[in-house]
């Protein structure tokens, strides 16, 4: 139960990074609040956007869902059941590798880095950790 409630409080943080981000590219935000960095630039260049679609939208999809499992997760009918911890730690896969493809091309592409990226990065990052071993060690369990 405790790494469900970890989830939902890193996918609330997680969703809130990316919320910020993606207001800021559709222009609801004027100016990214960064300090140093380039977080405009990143979010600017053509590698903010994927299949039309700004990036950082992936991400409030992604953390929305987290949010919505682990919650429903912690609901007592579901307390016992192995299935939120298994989507949890897919979704959670899935953000890990999207992430370590976008921090390859800031670092390797555009030679920058946007704090709010890797901030974004270390909480699906915490997020695996949680999910990935809890879904194994039930799945081992069963």
Known sequence: MRHRQAIALLALVG???SLYLWL???GII???QCGTGSCEYVQTSRYGTLLGVPVAFYGV???AGLLVVALAGLQPGLLQRRWPTAVAAAIAAGG???TVY??????FVLHAICRWCVGSGVVI???AALAIPTALRRERGA
């Open 96 to 98: 890990v590798l999207f």
């Open 102 to 107: 976008l921090t390859w091309i800031e670092l």
């Open 15 to 17: 969703f809130s990074i």
């Open 30 to 32: 004027g100016r990214l």
């Open 125 to 127: 990052t915490l997020i």
């Open 61 to 63: 999809v992604a953390y």
């Open 24 to 26: 800021y590219k559709i």
